[in-house]
């Protein structure tokens, strides 16, 4: 009797367990934790589009990574990554200005030091040389993309149609001016930047002097920034230019704008439309004055930098990030050669494989590449403040408020009081 | 047939009884758990569903909420853009304006957009004049897309005639970009836009409904934004839309698709997923209950089977013993008179005329002399001996019983093939029976040697009926006792039987 009762007590005590009776336990459900990290760049839509298809198979080849970008138009980015900077809130990776290295990390602690990261991010792709670009107190803190120059494009079939000849030197263009501007046609255009640049190089050409010395201290003097204000003056009243304030992209495609001062990195930007139309553009020899050897007075710089913030929480798949978009095929397919022809080993290699390696925008790094007289630029001169200067006080100038020399002169003073002059 | 025999039919009837207990109580049993379980099954199923759709809901709203909470920033930055006089005063297209006090005014402008989309991944924030002048950064894909119309296309989008805006995609097929416009004055329009690639953050669904599809759709149920971006510019499926057309916030549940609306300005936010992906786990669990139910079934069934058995147990053993004491004759050990007719009369009903049976009736000679002389022990014991004496000689298939004080009765169920074999047979049965009711009542027992008188008649020949052929044999067993006693005669018309 005893061991049938065992028998039924034991059959019930199973049936119980089957249907899960007397079961009180928590219910506990993990959610896959991803590690989210940022990123931050500048640039167009090219660059945004193909970059966010880029980061959307970064995050399918590493699943438990969220990568949250941040990005603008560069003078958006300018403005954002210093409030970031100076709040602590900068990208995990963010796309950097050489400049930006002098202005936040002087002594190299103002960013990561990515040479504790080698074990992920491969910088064997990179000589030293090229690396020197983002030591600061010698530490590894950002990583050049490519090279990049101010170019001069030329739509040669627009040059074609008028019989005139690709500029070599300003006069060539002036010349080409009378030649357009009756059909509302200027020889060359630029956006503000751009401009600065060109100017300086003219400044450059005609004193025979880098605008900073060794010491980052500016040379110019206010007869030299005269000279650059009354340049830029004549080549407005004389068409060979718009106003930097009327510039517009799309005069490009257009026609009205026969050629025009951009980034190696902006060839296909401006251009691809253009190109796609059938008609033929050339990158051109830097305008000189007469006489120089082409490229006196330019400048070559690292066309980018990758840097990992100081105060990431996440170094390693940071450094996984950054080695994806430094040195991985997948990224150099969607980034071509938009920023310029990469600097990492295998991502040359590989654009060179799949035949990437061509176009307005890889000719117009050769001409970089092959010039000797340029100059690699001290990056304190994209300083925004500093040309907005400059282009505030040519407009005193050409609006007829102020002489040339008086413009000139207020603008020395500004620059004394805010910047370190020559003696 | 002993009484041990005729007992075995009551006890298969008390076995039909306790099978059918079993059965019945196993049916029963599962009856009730498979009901239960189905309930169970079918109100967790409701629950579950309820709270399914409920859930989803929440999670639409959440969309649109996220969606709502994402345009409203958007409208709020361009508002604020108003907060500079010279954004809604300065008119690009003036005639009459300084050029160089304009190009100061566009740079102050500029400035104030920037300053307020300082932290926003905007595409494009700035003015457009109607002599397409911009002010502040339009992308080189916008002025791409619109060209030299880009302040007429960009106007056509102000929809809201109080708030003096819209929202727009999809211009000549394009949905890369997300635009808001506001008109500023007649002669401009603020324009700001984003990637639509934004809005996976706005519509990033938990991972337990990574499943669920997330469209934004037009007030024509045209696609603007899917989570894979690949619907963009389709329209909606005619499954879905056909489930949520009419309805600015709903949620609805049938066997294919769990599918929510909500409406966010002019556009609807919808979320969609199969209801077998949704409901897969449940699909699981409603396995699992079965699964566990119909184990559970066979335990309660067996359970209720083995209590069945052991409820009536004790109640077939009861009946078997009472069956015994109602059908036998205490004295004997053989049926009683009842009995023995119920049985025989029953059987001999059932038989068919190619069957052989036999009815052999024994009555104890004089047996009153041996009550008298020896005393009623004696003749109790005499009787209890012919009980012995019939058991010896016939079989266990035969019906044996006491039908009178001294008078016995045997159905023979058995026999040879042939009538004449079986005739045999039950003579020799006849001989044997005399023989041995000589031997168990001896002279030296009882102090003569008792006989009996032994009759037999044959069926179907002698008699069908019990009462046809008991009459029948009763008839030779009296002609038995008239020639002599001590012997056996078998029915015989001719002998003057009939």
Redesign the interface.
């Known amino acids: 009797m005893k061991k ?1 009762f065992l028998a ?1 007590i034991s ?1 019930f005590c ?2 119980l367990t ?3 009776c007397g079961n009180d336990k928590n219910v506990v ?1 993990d ?2 934790v991803q590690t989210e990290i940022t990123l931050s760049w500048w640039g ?3 660059r ?2 193909y970059t ?1 298809a880029a980061i959307e198979e970064f995050e399918k080849l590493h699943p438990d990574i969220k990568v ?6 560069w ?2 980015y300018e ?2 990554n210093q ?1 970031r900077m100076i709040s602590g809130t900068e990208t995990d990776v963010m796309q950097i200005n050489v400049g930006w290295l002098d202005q936040y990390s002087p002594d190299g602690e103002g960013y990561y030091d990515i040479s504790a990261l080698a074990d992920t991010v491969d910088l064997s792709n990179f000589s030293e040389d090229v690396l020197e670009y983002g030591m600061r107190g010698g530490k590894l803190n950002a990583v050049p993309i490519a090279m990049n120059a101010e170019t001069m494009y030329i739509n040669k079939s627009i040059y074609d149609k008028y019989g005139i000849d690709i500029p070599k030197t300003w006069d060539d263009l002036f010349e080409a001016a009378k030649v357009m501007s009756p059909d509302g046609i200027y020889p060359m255009a630029g956006a503000d930047k751009s401009m600065w640049l060109t100017l300086v190089a003219y400044g450059e050409q005609l004193s025979g002097k880098h605008f900073y010395n060794e010491n980052n201290e500016i040379t110019f003097n206010a007869k030299d920034f005269q000279n650059m204000i009354e340049f830029y003056g004549k080549m407005v009243n004389e068409k060979v230019i718009p ?1 930097i ?1 009327d510039y ?3 005069n490009m ?2 026609g009205k704008y026969a050629g025009s001062i951009g980034w190696v990195s902006d060839a296909l ?1 401006f251009y691809k ?1 253009v190109i796609a139309d059938g008609q033929e553009v050339v990158a051109a020899d830097y305008p000189v004055i007469e006489g120089l050897p082409s490229g006196t007075g330019w400048y070559a710089k690292p066309a980018t930098l990758y840097a990992i913030s100081k105060n990431t929480e996440h170094p390693q798949e940071a450094a996984i990030l950054l080695d994806y978009m430094l040195n991985s095929r997948e990224m150099a397919k969607y980034q071509g050669i938009e920023k310029g022809i990469p600097i990492s080993t295998s991502a040359r290699n590989y654009l060179d494989e799949i035949g990437k390696l061509s176009g307005l925008q890889y000719e117009a790094s050769l001409v970089m590449e092959n010039n000797e007289y340029i100059s690699s630029m001290n990056s304190l001169i994209e300083n925004s403040a500093l040309f907005n200067d400059f282009i505030d006080a040519s ?1 005193l100038y ?2 007829n ?1 102020a002489t040339s020399k008086e413009a000139a002169e207020q603008l020395y003073e500004k620059y004394c009081e805010s910047y370190d002059m020559a003696k | 047939m002993s009484n041990k025999s005729h007992s075995r039919g009551h006890l298969k009837a008390v076995r039909r009884i306790q099978i059918t207990m079993m059965l019945g109580f196993a049916f029963l049993v599962m009856a009730a758990v498979l009901a239960v379980m189905v309930l169970a099954v079918n109100k967790t199923d409701a629950v579950l569903k309820n709270k399914v759709v409920s859930m989803t809901s929440s999670l639409s709203v959440q969309m649109k909420l996220n969606l709502s909470g994402y345009m409203n920033r958007m409208e709020t930055i361009a508002t604020l853009a108003f907060g500079e006089k010279e954004s809604y005063t300065y008119d690009a297209t003036d005639p009459n304006n300084d ?2 006090e304009a ?2 005014t ?1 740079k102050v402008i500029s400035d104030k957009l ?2 307020l ?7 494009d ?1 700035g003015i457009v004049y109607r002599n397409n002048r ?1 002010v502040g ?1 339009l ?3 916008t ?2 897309l619109f ?2 119309k880009m302040f007429e296309e960009l106007s056509k989008m102000v929809k809201d005639p109080r708030s003096q805006d819209g929202w727009f995609t999809g211009y000549e097929g394009d949905f ?1 970009r997300i635009y808001y416009v506001k008109q500023v004055h007649e002669n401009a329009v603020l324009v700001i836009s984003f ?1 639509a ?1 934004e809005l996976s ?1 706005v519509f990033d669904n ?3 409904l990574s499943g669920m599809q997330i469209q934004l759709v037009d007030g024509n149920y045209k696609t603007l934004y899917s989570k894979n971006g690949k619907e963009a510019g389709t329209p909606l499926s005619e499954d879905i839309r056909s489930r949520i057309e009419g309805h600015d916030s709903a949620t609805a549940m049938d066997n294919e698709y769990l599918v929510s609306v909500n409406k966010c300005n002019d556009w609807y936010v919808v979320c969609y997923i199969p209801t077998q992906k949704i409901l897969a786990e449940k699909n699981e669990m409603k396995r699992y209950i079965y699964m ?2 119909v ?2 079934m066979v ?2 069934a ?2 209720g089977m ?1 209590l069945s058995w ?1 409820l009536t147990k004790p109640v077939k053993y009861m009946v078997s013993e009472l069956d015994n004491k109602a059908s036998t004759d205490r004295l004997t050990g053989i049926l009683n008179k009842l009995t023995f007719e119920e049985l025989a009369g029953t059987t001999l009903q059932n038989s068919l005329n190619s069957e052989h049976r036999a009815m052999v009736i024994l009555d104890i000679d004089d047996f009153k002399r041996v009550n008298d002389t020896l005393g009623h022990a004696a003749g109790d014991k005499l009787l209890a001996g012919t009980g012995g004496v019939l058991r010896q000689v016939f079989s266990d298939d035969d019906y044996l019983g006491r039908i009178g004080g001294d008078e016995f009765c045997v159905l023979v169920n058995s026999g040879a093939q042939s009538e004449e074999e079986f005739v045999e047979h039950i003579k020799n049965r006849c001989q044997a029976l005399n023989k041995a009711f000589h031997d168990n009542s001896t002279a030296a027992e009882y102090g003569y040697q008792v006989t009996a008188s032994i009759g037999a008649a044959l069926y179907p020949k002698d008699g069908k009926s019990f009462e046809e052929l008991y009459t029948a044999c009763d008839k030779a067993m009296y002609r038995a006792k008239k020639s002599g006693k001590d012997g056996f005669t078998f029915y015989d018309e001719k002998s003057g039987d009939a």
Do not use: H, W
């Open positions: 049938r039924t059959a199973f049936a089957l249907t899960g459900v959610q896959t167009n839509d090219t945004s589009e966010l949250k970008c941040s990005y603008s138009e003078s958006g403005a954002r409030v106003l304030e517009q992209k799309f495609e257009n930007n439309n407009n050409l609006f408020k | 050029e160089y190009i100061n566009e920037f300053s989309c300082i932290m926003e991944n905007f595409v924030y911009t950064k992308s080189n894909g002025m791409s060209g030299e890369r990637y690639n953050e938990p991972e337990t566990a139910g184990i559970a335990l309660a067996m359970l083995y052991l």
